[in-house]
């Protein structure tokens, strides 16, 4: 029976052996198998990738003629071209975001993926605040698509620039000055300021400031230069040229000579540029006299 004991309790101490394999990791032999595994996990997921990148790249290449022919049926609803443009980015970039998507759930990044396109969680919050100037500006250009305060090719004033409307972006509108500058005012600031447009009326009105002296007849000189600016072709006869005297100088009348032209055919500038010649050449040809401001100079002496 002690026999018995000893013989058990031998058994109860036998723990169980525990297999200790060791791996020489600076061996060849160990490089080699990670780099067969490697090349195999790589052979696995390539053609998926491949094809993650195919689709990426082709819905780039087909955005901007699938959005073309996406947009056909608004030519029967607007003939706005900011409409147009604006409708055509839009589809655009939803098409390249889903192309975006596609490689992503490809790529096996499919929660990152979900989490893009659904904007939700710390990812979706970031984003909107990092993209919310981006937002606004493109909320602000379908809004401006939609109202048309102006259209490409006006000469428009906002926010205390003025130039000619060349281009309508999801981000900006940009203008091209009289100096020939590009000017690109962000569609929020467009948006929110008092737009001036000064070709929405093809009629524009000039004007050329003329000074006679005291000595001249007001009415002659007055006469003279509305049948001046009535030969004109560009001169329009609706509504009629103007001469009315503006103030009293010290040594001239001061005069204001208001006309009117299609902008659309003639530059306002222009026409006050020949008015001004014709003005010159005429009033030297019947004498009437068109003198400086009077300068009062004290000479001072010695007594």
Same mark, same amino acid.
């Given at each position: ?22 791996? /020489? ?8 198998? @990670? ?11 390539? $053609? ?24 056909? $049926?608004? /030519? ?70 939609? @109202? ?37 005012? $962000? ?14 009326? $093809? ?11 005291? /000595? ?13 600016a009535n030969q004109q072709n560009a001169v329009l006869s609706d509504p009629p040229a103007q001469v009315l005297i503006k103030n009293l100088g010290s040594s001239t009348i001061n005069f204001v000579l208001y006309f009117w032209v299609n902008s659309e055919q003639h530059s ?24 400086d401001d009077a300068r009062e100079r004290i000479i001072l002496t010695d007594p």
């Amino acid at each position: 029976m002690l026999g018995t004991l000893k013989s058990s309790v031998v058994l109860d101490n036998t723990a169980p052996m525990t297999e200790v394999i060791t791996v /020489d990791t600076l061996s060849w032999n160990y490089f080699y198998e @990670q780099a067969v595994q490697l090349l195999h996990v790589t052979a696995q997921i390539l $053609p998926t990738l491949l094809l993650g990148v195919i689709l990426l790249v082709l819905s780039y290449l087909i955005s901007g003629p699938l959005s073309r022919l996406l947009i056909k $049926p608004i /030519d029967y609803m607007t003939d706005s071209k900011l409409v147009h443009l604006v409708v055509r980015r839009s589809i655009s970039t939803l098409i390249i975001l889903f192309g975006v998507y596609l490689f992503l759930r490809l790529a096996g990044l499919t929660q990152f993926a979900v989490a893009i396109m659904s904007g939700t969680g710390l990812i979706g919050l970031i984003l909107g605040f990092a993209f919310r100037d981006i937002a606004e500006n493109f909320i602000a250009s379908l809004l401006l698509s939609v @109202q048309r305060p102006f259209k490409i090719d006006d000469v428009i004033e906002v926010d205390g620039r003025l130039g000619i409307v060349k281009k309508v972006t999801a981000r900006a509108t940009t203008l091209v000055d009289y100096d020939g500058n590009h000017i690109q005012i $962000p569609n929020a600031t467009v948006y929110k300021n008092t737009i001036k447009n000064l070709t929405a009326n $093809p009629k524009m009105r000039g004007r050329v400031d003329i000074g006679i002296g005291y /000595d001249n007849d007001i009415r002659s000189a007055q006469t003279l230069a509305l049948d001046i600016a009535n030969q004109q072709n560009a001169v329009l006869s609706d509504p009629p040229a103007q001469v009315l005297i503006k103030n009293l100088g010290s040594s001239t009348i001061n005069f204001v000579l208001y006309f009117w032209v299609n902008s659309e055919q003639h530059s306002p500038l222009k026409v006050a540029s020949q008015l001004m010649r014709e003005l010159v050449n005429e009033f030297t040809k019947q004498n009437i006299s068109m003198p400086d401001d009077a300068r009062e100079r004290i000479i001072l002496t010695d007594p």
